[in-house]
């Protein structure tokens, strides 16, 4: 926690900014996040904490936005997605990706494309947080932008065997 000082002046931020980026990632020891299209671990308590940071509002006529990359959304089980009662964004160079099988689902090319979103009359008031939910890319990306605000890391305190590792966090 940060001194009162630091912490106001966080709120005044918050305030100010319109969209802001809050990243949430559950990394290992060795930096690893995902393995063969899935988590390299079975931790329900991550699971739950994930669905629920992501997931609540103070509005209740509100709903949060995820940002997922199109391989993280591609390795969501079909009988979990969208990812309930969240506003599921899907980033991918791919033209014309048909996601309108699912409810509450965008498809965007560019991050741009996203802010515009974002920041549309119409749509900024449906919305309450944006949460960036990777995987690799995903997160250096959002990391990187002037959108970027906080990061919610769970360390999970062992190695895994992975395939799909985040930036270093410890060492940002
Ligand atoms: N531990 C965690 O917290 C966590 C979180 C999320 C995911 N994961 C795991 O991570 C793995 C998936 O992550 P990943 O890093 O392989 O893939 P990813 O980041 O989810 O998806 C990569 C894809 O996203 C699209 N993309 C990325 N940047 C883009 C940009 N700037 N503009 C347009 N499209 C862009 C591209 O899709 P196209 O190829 O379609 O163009 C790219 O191939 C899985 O194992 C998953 O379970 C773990």
């Known amino acids: 926690m940060g001194s009162p000082m630091n912490r106001n002046f966080l709120d ?8 802001k980026f809050k990243l949430i990632s559950a990394c290992c020891e060795n930096m690893g996040i ?12 991550e699971m739950a904490y994930f669905s629920k940071m992501t997931t609540d509002t103070v509005d209740k006529n509100k709903k949060n936005v995820v940002v997922l990359g199109k391989r993280s ?4 089980p079909d009988k979990y997605k ?7 964004f899907v980033l991918t160079t791919t033209k014309n990706l048909d996601l309108s ?7 965007f090319n560019t991050w741009e494309e996203i802010v515009k ?11 309450e947080q944006v949460w960036i939910c990777g995987g690799s890319k ?30 270093n966090w410890w060492t940002i």
């Open 117 to 127: 979103k974002l920041e549309e009359e119409n749509f900024k008031h449906q919305y």
């Open 138 to 167: 995903i997160y250096e990306d959002a990391m990187n932008s002037k959108y970027f605000y906080r990061l919610y890391l769970t360390r999970i305190k062992k190695n895994f065997d992975c395939d799909t590792f985040s930036l």
């Open 34 to 45: 995902g393995k063969n299209c899935d988590l390299p671990w079975r931790l329900k308590s």
């Open 101 to 107: 099988e699912f409810k509450d689902t965008y498809v």
């Open 73 to 76: 959304w591609d390795c969501i």
């Open 12 to 19: 005044l931020l918050e305030v100010k900014m319109v969209v």
């Open 82 to 88: 969208p990812l309930p009662d969240r506003i599921n």
